[in-house]
């Protein structure tokens, strides 16, 4: 994988920014237009109709003693759970995972996936957006979000479906899973509410007590007639201020729209529908994102907490992990078959690495990301597939190594984004929409 800190003919588009569009192309032509004609480059429009959902399991789930399990190695290495045959002849998951392992057919297991960085917070951002912290394309490096998340260059590209907004996460946002220099269109729409919760709702729906959906209209149109007076205050406005227009566009807009309350509103599931998925933040929350990309939303991202393992892991998979993400993953799959819509849904299952293939002192597993497995199913994916194998404790790779940089070139390709493309910074730099990454094709 290559952390390469420049784009290596930024110099030269760069150039053409400055002085090729005034001598060649005309000097009415702006960034904006520049930044209209790359979407437009860069968009297979027969491919927009499909959806991603990413179930980031914040923490790092142990893959060893999940969808990678090694039952010849030594004790210290295999654990105490055992290997079970799914509905694929030839894949085997953990015991603990049964509900899963009759829906093996709908998803797949890169089991040699690879990076070098086993910090939670590096390791997030590398694995939300592509691109490692230190593959920065200013050179610098700060905290959080330095590069656009996968959800946000998604809502970038192909934009909202109507009111709904392209990109959610829940129950909260990563602190990586936000636009970065894609600027406030890009931005997430964010929940901040559990959907488990009972009496859950969404707060930025909820218009204030006194104030009625017509009265609202009648502000907007208001704040329009304010908008047209200060034309020219506005032309001079700073990034912020336009980005508050945005965000109170955007929050009118749900506020108002039948389609945004009825996908939000997941009391409408029937009783038996919500115990499927599990009672649970997990549970409800794959429950909502699939009503979110069934209304319309082009990328949910479901951040689930606590896998990082480091004490007593076996016992904390199997009395708490391991039972809702059984229950949850395995209807997720079920639920989208059954409406017809997995070939058009991306379903991504990861943490930002695995576990040690060593049990520590603490019965507990810590930092590993030399070898893990990622499960991805669903639009375009080829189901119940194993890509790549690790070594005989899962320590790296044996064959076919793949990265972060080639899950998200994976993705962009099925949802029609040129993975070779790029993005322009709000100063026009040209970067590039994954670094380097590859297509991997044996999953398609």
């Given at each position: 994988?290559?952390?390469?800190?420049?784009?290596?003919?930024?110099?030269?588009?760069?150039?053409?920014?400055?002085?090729?569009?005034?001598?060649?192309?005309?000097?009415?032509?702006?960034?904006?237009?520049?930044?209209?004609?790359?979407?437009?480059?860069?968009?297979?429009?027969?491919?927009?109709?499909?959806?991603?959902?990413?179930?980031?399991?914040?923490?790092?789930?142990?893959?060893?003693?999940?969808?990678?399990?090694?039952?010849?190695?030594?004790?210290?290495?295999?654990?105490?759970?055992?290997?079970?045959?799914?509905?694929?002849?030839?894949?085997?998951?953990?015991?603990?995972?049964?509900?899963?392992?009759?829906?093996?057919?709908?998803?797949?297991?890169?089991?040699?996936?690879?990076?070098?960085?086993?910090?939670?917070?590096?390791?997030d951002h590398y694995m939300l957006t592509g691109y490692h912290p230190g593959a920065s394309f200013n050179g610098s490096l700060k905290p959080n979000n330095l590069h656009p998340s996968l959800g946000s260059v998604i809502a970038h590209k192909l934009g909202p479906r109507g009111p709904i907004p392209p990109y959610v996460c829940l129950p909260g946002m990563h602190n990586s899973g936000s636009s970065a220099y894609l600027g406030a269109a890009a931005v997430p729409f964010t929940i901040e509410a559990d959907p488990a919760s009972p009496g859950f709702a969404v707060p930025d729906m909820q218009p204030p007590l006194a104030l009625g959906a017509q009265r609202l209209e009648d502000r907007r149109a208001l704040l329009s007639r304010v908008d047209r007076f200060q034309k020219s205050a506005e032309a001079r406005a700073n990034a912020d201020t336009r980005a508050l227009s945005v965000f109170s566009q955007r929050a009118v807009d749900l506020m108002t729209a039948p389609a945004a309350k009825k996908a939000f509103d997941i009391d409408a599931e029937t009783p038996k529908m919500r115990d499927a998925y599990g009672r649970n933040s997990l549970g409800q929350s794959c429950l909502m994102a699939r009503r979110l990309v069934e209304a319309g939303v082009r990328c949910v991202t479901v951040d689930h907490t606590n896998w990082d393992t480091h004490t007593e892991n076996f016992k904390t998979l199997k009395e708490d992990l391991l039972p809702k993400f059984d229950r949850a993953i395995s209807t997720l799959f079920r639920d989208l078959t059954d409406r017809g819509m997995l070939k058009k849904t991306i379903v991504i299952l990861t943490g930002e690495f695995g576990r040690t293939p060593r049990i520590n002192k603490e019965a507990g597993r810590d930092h590993w990301s030399r070898c893990f497995t990622v499960a991805l199913g669903g639009g375009g994916i080829q189901g119940g597939r194993t890509v790549g194998t690790s070594d005989s404790w899962a320590q790296d790779p044996a064959d076919n190594p793949y990265g972060p940089e080639d899950m998200a070139a994976t993705l962009y390709h099925l949802l029609g984004i040129n993975p070779f493309g790029e993005m322009r910074t709000p100063e026009g730099r040209p970067v590039m929409l994954t670094n380097n990454g590859r297509v991997i094709k044996e999953l398609l």
């Open positions: 994988m290559n952390l390469r800190d420049t784009y290596c003919d930024g110099l030269a588009r760069r150039d053409f920014l400055r002085v090729g569009v005034a001598g060649g192309l005309g000097a009415s032509l702006t960034l904006a237009d520049l930044l209209r004609a790359d979407k437009a480059h860069d968009v297979d429009q027969s491919k927009t109709d499909v959806s991603f959902i990413y179930v980031f399991l914040k923490g790092g789930m142990s893959t060893i003693d999940t969808f990678d399990m090694k039952p010849d190695s030594p004790s210290d290495i295999r654990g105490p759970f055992n290997p079970i045959s799914t509905n694929v002849p030839g894949i085997h998951v953990c015991d603990q995972l049964p509900m899963v392992a009759k829906v093996m057919d709908k998803f797949s297991l890169i089991r040699s996936f690879t990076h070098l960085d086993a910090g939670h917070g590096p390791a």
